[in-house]
C-alpha cells in the first residue's frame, strides 16, 4: 500500500518532518495546515521539497466548519476554499480534507449538507482535485461514519468521497462492520491512530493521546480490515495528536510509525487470509497488496541476560552472583567473558573493552546490555525484526564459536535469538570452557529467570510496546500507575502468548524517582531490575541472608495491613514478616516475592514464587519496595 502519514505526528521544522519522514520509507504526506502556515516557503517550493524526497502531499487538512451553513458563512467558506485550492494546484495536493462542522451556527439538515458538500466538490472538480468529508467524533451533528457516509451518497459527486479515522469511530465504540458495505471507490482516504482507553472528553483524548497502531487499547487491526474488505485501495495514512511525539526525535517517531503500519498490515494479512480458508461464502478479494513478514518468532524462554562490567565491576558483580548461589561455569574462548549459572539460569558477565555492549555501557557501571531469547527459527526472527525496522547486528565470533542472530533494540541493548536446537547448554559448550565442577551444588533454590524490568524514558514507552508486540510477538497487560515517594511511575507488562518471556516496561512521570536518578546515570533506558523465580521463597531467603545477600527491608506496617486486606493463614503471615516477603493475590494464584538490596548502577534483583495461575507481577508491592529504597 502507499504508506503516508500527517506533519502533525512529528516534531519539528516541516522540512525536518519531510526528512524524517521520506528517510523511514513513507511515500506521502498528509500536510496540516499550520505547518504551512508556518513553512518559510512558497507552496510550489515545498512541493518541490517533497518531490525531491520522494514524498507526495496525498492530503491538504484541514478544511473546518463548511457544510450544513446559513448561506452567508456558506459563500464566505466557498471562497476561503478557492485560496486553499490555489495553495494545492501549486504544490501538488490533490485532495482536501473537509472536517465535519462543529460550529455553533451550524445547521442539523443533511439535504442542506449535502447540497453544500456538491457545490465544494463541483468547484474542487474544475481544478482535477477532489474532497473528502470525515466525520469528526465530535462534530456537532455529524459524528459518526454512517452519517457522513449519507451526506457524501446524497450529495452525488464523483469528487466527493468518504475519509475514515479509525480513532473518531473507535472512541465512540461506534461499529465498524458497516464499512465493509460502503463501496471502496467512495472511501477517498483511511487516517488510522490507536490510543490507550481513557475515560475523558473525546476531544482532549483524540488530541493529546493518540498513539500509533499497536501502542494502544482500540481495535485498530479490525477497522482496517473492514476498510480492505470494502475494496479501498488508497493510501493507509497515520494522523497522531501526542504531546510526547511532538517532542520526541522525529527521527525515531517517523521509524515507530513505519514500523506501526507494517504491524498493522501484516496483521490484517493474517486475518484475511484465514477468513478465506474458513468463510462458508466467497471472502471479498484483496484489492491491494499488505506487508507479509515472517511469522512472529514462536519464543520458549529467556536463555541468558548479558551483564557489561569493567574489570573491577566485573570482579564485584561476580561476588554478589557467588552470594545468590551462582557458580562461575565458564570462561569465554576467545572474549574476557564469564559464564555463571544456577538451575536454568545463565548470567554472562562482559568485560571485554572492545565489545560492542562495553562501547555502549562503559560510561554507564554495570548493566545490562544484551538478553538472549530462545526460540525456534532465529533467522526468521531477525529476517522479521529487520523488515519491522529493527537493526540486525553481528557481533564478531571466533574460531569454533557460534554466531548467534541479534538485533539492536530500542535504546541501545541487544536481543539475541538462540536456536532451540542447541537444547539447554549447546551455546556455552560451543563457546565457553566449561568447568568440570559446574553443578548446582550451594545454590540458592532459584530454578529460572521469571520476568526482566526496564526503566525507560517517558518517550520510550510506546516505542517498546510496538517493538516487543510487532517484532517479538508479545503482548501488553494493563497499564498501571504505581507510587513512588517522589512522583508515579507507570507500568506495563508485556508477555507472549505462552508466558515464557515477560517484560515489564516502567516509565517515570517525575524526574525525582529511583527510576528517574537511574535513567539519568544510564543514558535513558536500562533493565532495571530482574526476578528470578524459585520454589520455595523462605527457604531461598534464608540460604542467601546466610550467604550475605542484603534484602531490602519492609515496614511492619505493611504486614499490619496485609492481615486486614486478605485472608491468610496467621503462620504464613509470621513467616513472610520475618523473612521480609511480600505478597499479592489474585483469583488466580498467589504471588510471595522480595527485592535485594541495588548494585552499582541502581540495578537489584528480585526473588518470586508463583503458585497456581497467578498472571501478574506484584505491582501494587511496588510503592512498599520504593518507599523502603527512598528511606535508606
Excluded at 473537509?98 to 481544478?127: F, K, V, Y
Excluded at 530462545?374 to 529493527?390: G, I, N, W
Excluded at 535513558?524 to 550467604?547: K, M, N, P, Q, Y
Amino acid at each position: 500500500m502507499h504508506r503516508s502519514i500527517a506533519t502533525v505526528s512529528l516534531s519539528g521544522t516541516l522540512r525536518q518532518k519531510l526528512e524524517a519522514v521520506s528517510a523511514a520509507g513513507f511515500g506521502g504526506i498528509e500536510l496540516f495546515e499550520s505547518d504551512f502556515v508556518n513553512f518559510k516557503g512558497s507552496a510550489g517550493e515545498l512541493g518541490r521539497i517533497a518531490a525531491d524526497l520522494g514524498l507526495s502531499i496525498d492530503l491538504y487538512q484541514p478544511f473546518r466548519d463548511f457544510e450544513g451553513m446559513p448561506e452567508a458563512q456558506f459563500r464566505r467558506s466557498l471562497e476561503r476554499a478557492e485560496r486553499k485550492f490555489d495553495l494545492m494546484e501549486a504544490m501538488g495536493a490533490p485532495m482536501m480534507l473537509c472536517c465535519s462542522n462543529t460550529s455553533p451556527l451550524a445547521i442539523d439538515d443533511p439535504a442542506l449538507a449535502a447540497a453544500q458538500l456538491h457545490e465544494l466538490a463541483e468547484r474542487a472538480a474544475r481544478r482535477n482535485l477532489r474532497v473528502g468529508f470525515e466525520a469528526l467524533a465530535w462534530g456537532r451533528f455529524t459524528s459518526l461514519y454512517g452519517q457522513a457516509w449519507n451526506i457524501v451518497r446524497e450529495a452525488d459527486h464523483p469528487n466527493l468521497g468518504l475519509i475514515l479515522d479509525s480513532f473518531h469511530t473507535l472512541s465512540l465504540k461506534d461499529d465498524p462492520a458497516g464499512i465493509a458495505r460502503i463501496p471502496g471507490d467512495k472511501i477517498f482516504f483511511l487516517q488510522m491512530a490507536d490510543a490507550p482507553l481513557l475515560s475523558m472528553d473525546v476531544l482532549q483524548w483524540a488530541r493529546h493521546h493518540r498513539s500509533f497502531p499497536g501502542q494502544g487499547d482500540l481495535a485498530v487491526v479490525g477497522f482496517f480490515e473492514q476498510v480492505l474488505r470494502a475494496g479501498y485501495t488508497g493510501p493507509l495514512s497515520l494522523e497522531i495528536f501526542n504531546d510526547i511525539f511532538r517532542e520526541t526525535p522525529n527521527r525515531r517517531t517517523a521509524v515507530d510509525a513505519m514500523r506501526s503500519l507494517l504491524y498493522l498490515e501484516s496483521e490484517a494479512q493474517q486475518r484475511l487470509a484465514a477468513a478465506a480458508d474458513t468463510a462458508a461464502v466467497p471472502v471479498p478479494l484483496q484489492r491491494v497488496e499488505l506487508f507479509n513478514p515472517p511469522p512472529v518468532p514462536a519464543l520458549s524462554g529467556l536463555s541468558f541476560i548479558e551483564f557489561a562490567a569493567d574489570e573491577s565491576s566485573a570482579g564485584m558483580l561476580g561476588a554478589l552472583l557467588g552470594q545468590l548461589g551462582f557458580r562461575r561455569v565458564g570462561r569465554h574462548r576467545s572474549k574476557a567473558v564469564v559464564l555463571y549459572r544456577q538451575g536454568e539460569i545463565n548470567l554472562i558477565v562482559n568485560a571485554q573493552p572492545d565489545s560492542f555492549a562495553r562501547s555502549r555501557f562503559d560510561a554507564h557501571g554495570t548493566s545490562v546490555c544484551a538478553l538472549g531469547v530462545r526460540c525456534a527459527d532465529p533467522l526468521a526472527a531477525v529476517d522479521r525484526a529487520t523488515a519491522m525496522r529493527s537493526q540486525r547486528h553481528d557481533s564478531p565470533v571466533g574460531p569454533n564459536e557460534l554466531r548467534v542472530p541479534a538485533i539492536v533494540a530500542p535504546g541501545g541493548n541487544l536481543i539475541h535469538f538462540v536456536s532451540e536446537a542447541l537444547g539447554a547448554n549447546g551455546l556455552y559448550e560451543a563457546d565457553f570452557i566449561l568447568e568440570e565442577d559446574a553443578d548446582d551444588a550451594g545454590g540458592a533454590g532459584l530454578t529460572q529467570i521469571d520476568h526482566v524490568a526496564l526503566g525507560l524514558a517517558v518517550d520510550q514507552l510506546d516505542t517498546w510496546v510496538l517493538f516487543t508486540r510487532a517484532v517479538l510477538g508479545l503482548e501488553p497487560g494493563e497499564s498501571l500507575e504505581l507510587a513512588d515517594p517522589f512522583g508515579l511511575i507507570r507500568s506495563r507488562g508485556v508477555a507472549d502468548a505462552a508466558r515464557s518471556v515477560r517484560l515489564v516496561l516502567n516509565v517515570s512521570l517525575s524526574q525525582r524517582t529511583r527510576t528517574a536518578r537511574t535513567l539519568s546515570v544510564t543514558g535513558g533506558g536500562a533493565v532495571h531490575h530482574i526476578a528470578l523465580r524459585c520454589e520455595d521463597i523462605f527457604e531461598s531467603v534464608e540460604r542467601l541472608r546466610t550467604a550475605g545477600t542484603r534484602f531490602v527491608p519492609i515496614s511492619g506496617n505493611y504486614y499490619d495491613d496485609l492481615a486486614t486486606r486478605i485472608d491468610l493463614d496467621p503462620a504464613l503471615l509470621a513467616r513472610m514478616r520475618a523473612a521480609g516477603v511480600l505478597f499479592d493475590r489474585s483469583p488466580a494464584g498467589d504471588y510471595l516475592h522480595i527485592y535485594t538490596e541495588s548494585i552499582e548502577g541502581g540495578l537489584f534483583f528480585e526473588l518470586a514464587q508463583r503458585t497456581a495461575g497467578y498472571d501478574a507481577y506484584g505491582a501494587l508491592n511496588a510503592p512498599a519496595r520504593m518507599a523502603s529504597q527512598a528511606q535508606e
